[in-house]
């Protein structure tokens, strides 16, 4: 690759941004440019082997009209994202005149599918955060501090200004994203500075604002010693109300308990949250992980399994299920607000691996099924492992573009089986009586079958050797319908050589590139297939790779509402300094938020954290050379 100054020669001036934080490595050293942070890690695993019945067919047969057990209907901007508040200026931008327009063109990408994006700030460091309306003495966005009274869990106090809050704003007129914000909980106002945060985002965000989240697992507020060590259901419902009737709230834009590890949703409906709050509360919410990895004392190679089975992301999201229905039946949305591979960061060699993209793809769909209006994928800093993207380490600005994520692929395909007319309605197929190692989602538009997604979860020893096909019908045989099923289909499909791949990752022929050389736009010619389907007994055969997944278009009308087709989005080009751009602080004293439950190596904000939030100030570097002003260039 090109080094960025001489690519950033071909592209049209746009923005580059002059705050960034830099973190340390879980081995303890500075050495970034080493590639030692967990975004840059080279572990890989073992991949499971192929099961010894595989069976390389299955058939499934879908009916014209529904079926029984469909999902309400869900927009395509349900899979979002989740970004931490102390790392959200770093990832996003710092002002509403130095946006990341490597950011912009990840985000435009999900919304020209999926009709928006849907973003939530927030996290462990929004329960102490800061609002100064005057702004931060060093004139920083965001500045952290380990403060006098720091948990165990080691997040920092983050104060920002309302710089943030524009970049929000601005973002949102560059491209179709509603956000949800965090209220600070830990003080229950007491110093006002909640009416503060809760004014100014209503204000500032308008109608972009879908909702405030009120308290971040605050099951977790004893155990990390936020408040005092008995902390209960019932005095977390006295710190809602009184937070509740002290806030300048106008509207019913409360997202709440956002409970994830003590607590149950249903113990909060058993006392009553829903029914106490219910003019408040637009959204009730959960936050869950499959795994925690807080004390990093899990072994990746032996949970790898668990993230190629279809039983296991049934396991995960299917317990909500009754909650989301109880909170449907009050006229309310349900929502995940938060969730990974596994929390403090995920895993190596899994969260940064081929497998996944194959896992969220099933667990996004899973979601959607199951009535989830939303589910966001969070985001930490440079020493996570499970983010969609993520910048370069400051040191490496210069030489070095974003490294987009596996998990980021399953964030379009989800988008586009879901489309953008905000009628789909989902349901698993339990293609193979439910089987482990592959799955299979329908997707309904008023009536009509418009989607299919199946996912082949095996890793082949040889090219092909695992691969299954599907043959599904619609109508016809047994179901006493006239057979309806197309004479032909289009098909997308998401492959990598093996599950372990960090990168060359393909979608219909299309990649980011490998690791830190990608600036947020897909590279490749688009490739889509199409299918012919068999007229004399009314079938249509999908072959799917192992390992891999085929997104199958049943009609045009299905492609073009998708975003399938669409080569070039709306992007942002970007551009570099002249000159070695170099942080004066030393890198071993700046951590970041990963979010909820940190771990002791990773520099978190959470939960076991060892160093946790020494770092005092978030680091910060100014570009060199010309001032670079903002511009959205749309490129076709």
């Known amino acids: 690759m090109l080094p960025r100054i001489l690519l950033a020669l071909s592209l049209a001036t746009s923005t580059v941004l002059g705050q960034v934080t830099v973190y340390t490595s879980a081995t303890g050293t500075a050495a970034i440019a080493q590639y030692t942070v967990a975004s840059t890690d080279q572990t890989v695993l073992v991949a499971p082997a192929p099961p010894a019945d595989f069976n390389p067919a299955t058939f499934i047969q879908l009916y014209d009209g529904g079926m029984d057990g469909l999902s309400n209907p869900v927009k395509g901007d349900m899979f979002g994202f989740s970004v931490e ?22 985000c435009s990408i999900l919304a020209s599918r999926g009709g928006a994006l849907t973003i939530r700030v927030g996290g462990n460091s929004q329960d102490r955060a800061t609002l100064n309306l005057e702004g931060n003495p060093n004139g920083h966005t965001i500045e952290k501090y380990k403060g006098q009274n720091a948990a165990p869990t080691e997040t920092p106090e983050v104060h ?43 204000s500032i965000l308008g109608d972009r604002l879908l ?28 710190e809602t109300n009184y937070m509740i009737q002290d806030l300048p709230i106008q509207h019913q834009n409360i997202v709440g308990p956002s409970v994830c590890c003590q607590w149950t949703v249903d113990q909060l409906y058993d006392a009553g949250y829903m029914n106490q709050f219910t003019n408040q509360l637009n ?29 296991g992301v049934v396991g995960l999201a299917s317990p909500y299920f009754p909650a989301a229905n109880v909170a449907i039946a009050a006229g309310k949305k349900f929502m995940m607000m938060e969730t990974n591979t596994a929390s403090c960061g995920g895993f190596p060699g899994i969260s940064d691996a081929f497998a996944s993209a194959l896992w969220a793809v099933d667990y996004g769909m899973q979601m959607a099924y199951g009535n989830f209006s939303y589910a966001l994928l969070h985001f930490g800093g440079q020493n996570v492992y499970y983010n969609p993207f993520t910048p370069p380490p400051t040191n490496m600005t210069q030489i070095r573009g974003w490294n987009t994520g596996p998990i980021f692929y399953a964030q379009m395909v989800v988008a586009e089986a879901l489309g953008n007319t905000g009628n789909a309605r989902v349901i698993d197929l339990n293609v193979d009586n439910n089987s482990v190692h592959r799955a299979g989602y329908a997707v309904y538009e008023n009536g009509v079958a418009t989607r299919l997604v199946l996912v082949n979860y095996v890793q082949s020893p040889n090219p092909g050797a695992n691969d299954y096909t599907a043959t599904f019908a619609i109508g016809g045989g047994q179901t006493n319908l006239p057979a309806v099923t197309p004479a032909s289909v289009k098909v997308k499909y998401l492959l990598a050589a093996s599950v372990n791949n960090k990168d060359n990752i393909t979608w219909a022929g299309q990649t980011f590139g490998q690791q830190f050389m990608s600036d947020g736009r897909l590279q490749g010619e688009l490739q889509i297939e199409t299918v012919q389907c068999n007229p004399a007994d009314g079938t249509c055969n999908i072959r799917v790779p192992g390992p891999g997944v085929a997104l199958v278009f049943l009609n045009d009308a299905a492609l073009a509402s998708s975003g399938a087709e669409v080569t070039q989005v709306q992007t942002f080009a970007t551009t570099t300094t002249t000159q070695r751009i170099i942080p004066t602080m030393n890198q071993e004293e700046l951590m970041s938020s990963n979010g909820r439950n940190g771990s002791t190596p990773m520099g978190s904000t959470s939960e076991g954290s060892a160093s946790g939030a020494q770092a005092l100030k978030v680091a910060s570097w100014l570009v060199s050379g010309a001032t670079v002003a903002v511009m959205a260039k749309l490129l076709l």
């Open 211 to 238: 909702g405030l989240q009120l308290a971040n697992e605050p099951d977790l507020y004893g155990r990390h010693l936020k408040k005092w060590p008995e902390y209960s259901i019932a005095d977390f419902m006295n």
């Open 85 to 106: 508040l102390s790392v959200s200026a770093m990832l996003m931008g710092d002002k509403a005149d130095h946006l990341r327009p490597e950011f912009l063109n990840y």
């Open 283 to 311: 959204i009730i919410d959960v936050m869950h992980y499959p795994n925690n990895n807080c004390f990093a004392d899990r072994d990746p190679q032996a949970i790898y399994p668990d993230y190629l089975n279809h039983q």
């Open 160 to 202: 920002f200004t309302l710089d943030l809050l524009h970049a929000m704003a601005e973002i949102s007129k560059h491209v179709n994203v509603n956000w949800f914000f965090g209220i600070p909980f830990l003080r229950t106002n007491s110093d006002d500075n909640a009416s503060l945060v809760v004014q100014h985002t209503m």
